[in-house]
T-cell receptor, first 113, second 114 residues
Framework: KQEVTQIPAALSVPEGENLVLNCSFT??????LQWFRQDPGKGLTSLLL?????REQTSGRLNASLDKSSGRSTLYIAASQPGDSATYLC????????????FGSGTKLNVKP | GAGVSQSPSNKVTEKGKDVELRCDPI?????LYWYRQSLGQGLEFLIY????????KSGLPSDRFSAERTGGSVSTLTIQRTQQEDSAVYLC????????????FGEGSRLTVL
């Protein structure tokens, strides 16, 4: 069974700092990995989708990397802003079972002005 | 539609009443998912639809929960004889079935059972 872990559970940083969020998974036979952002009381917003054949994806100040062999993905946020404060979740989809998503429990980020 | 739409956004009901939650997925998305998120908790999978059929209902917590999808589009999640532990945010998501499909979520329906 695929287990997805996100460490740390919470992170507080001063504005302007670069930071890395971690996502690890136990079954490396993944098809893709997706990063989401969730604001309090809201749904999940898709940030980046990385296919298993890719090593990284970038969108603005966000960069997500994927290392299948080690079962890890990182989300790098450059020059953090208070508006980046939210919970960040990762989800993986397995090869041969595209219909199931396995979610981590998230990292709650607080960027202090 | 432009995004996944859910209604109602908030629902307060009394214990024992039935509730219906609606999800309108992105147009053309054949895969539809229901999740539940209790306060401060992670996502709990409930049910998955491919078209109008539900090949995976493994997450439904009890027989009080049911869901249907019609016309390969709108889905309704029904909770009968609601209990206080049913209080949560119910999230719907949709994606294309084709390989690599990105998952998109609605804003959720917050259910409070008094």
């Amino acid at each position: 069974k695929q287990e997805v872990t996100q460490i740390p559970a919470a992170l507080s940083v001063p504005e302007g700092e670069n930071l890395v969020l971690n996502c690890s998974f136990t079954d490396s036979a993944i098809y893709n990995l997706q990063w989401f952002r969730q604001d309090p009381g809201k749904g999940l917003t898709s940030l980046l989708l990385i296919q298993s054949s890719q090593r990284e994806q970038t969108s603005g100040r966000l960069n997500a990397s994927l290392d299948k062999s080690s079962g890890r993905s990182t989300l790098y946020i450059a020059a953090s802003q208070p508006g980046d404060s939210a919970t960040y979740l990762c989800a993986v989809r397995l090869e041969g079972n595209f219909n199931k998503f396995y979610f981590g429990s998230g990292t709650k980020l607080n960027v202090k002005p | 539609g432009a995004g996944v739409s859910q209604s109602p956004s908030n629902k307060v009901t009394e214990k024992g009443k039935d509730v219906e939650l609606r999800c309108d997925p992105i147009s053309g998305h054949t895969a539809l998912y229901w999740y539940r998120q209790s306060l401060g908790q992670g996502l709990e999978f409930l049910i998955y639809f491919q078209g109008n059929s539900a090949p995976d209902k493994s997450g439904l917590p009890s027989d009080r929960f049911s869901a249907e999808r019609t016309g390969g589009s709108v889905s309704t999640l029904t909770i009968q004889r609601t209990q206080q532990e049913d209080s949560a945010v119910y999230l719907c998501a949709s994606s294309l079935v084709r390989v690599g499909g990105e998952l998109f979520f609605g804003e959720g329906s917050r259910l409070t059972v008094l």
